[in-house]
């Protein structure tokens, strides 16, 4: 179990950090993950934005950014697939609170099954759209 307690470097922060996490540090366009990759790993913003992007034919296209107290690469972790997009810190240094697969599905299991199941739903409609915006080369802006 995740004993979670506030986050004491910024009193102002509602991020909830778990005892003995990891957190981790990014330069400005430096990767975090890339695309294609096998995902071990989530991540929640401490500081910094995250820009996320997918390849959309040659193109690197952004899909969407990610700031404090969002999490991003929880996907891979939900259906045990690649990663999807890619992730770069983006306008400055990024800190990061990692979350492991074992975090993280002590977290589902203790979840509503039909809420478990939703998240499954939905993150198999996500793939699929993305996929299919791959496939024609185009992007939503």
Do not use: W
Not at 68 to 92: C, H, P, Q, V
């Amino acid at each position: 179990m995740i004993n979670e307690q506030p986050n004491t470097d910024n009193e102002d922060s509602e991020i909830q950090i778990p005892l003995g996490s990891e957190k981790r540090t990014f330069k400005e366009g430096k990767y975090i993950f890339r695309e294609g990759e096998i995902g071990d790993l989530a991540f929640v913003v401490l500081s910094g934005t995250v820009c996320i992007s997918r390849l959309v034919g040659e193109k690197d296209v952004v899909i969407g950014t990610v700031g404090k107290g969002g999490m991003f690469g929880e996907m891979a972790l939900i259906d045990n697939a690649k990663r999807m997009g890619s992730a770069r810190a983006s306008g400055g240094i990024v800190e990061v609170l990692v979350i492991d697969r074992n975090q993280f599905k002590q977290k589902l299991i203790n979840a509503d099954p039909f809420q478990r199941a939703l998240i499954n739903i939905l993150t198999g409609h996500v793939r699929k759209m993305a996929e299919h915006l791959s496939k024609s080369n185009s992007c939503v802006t």
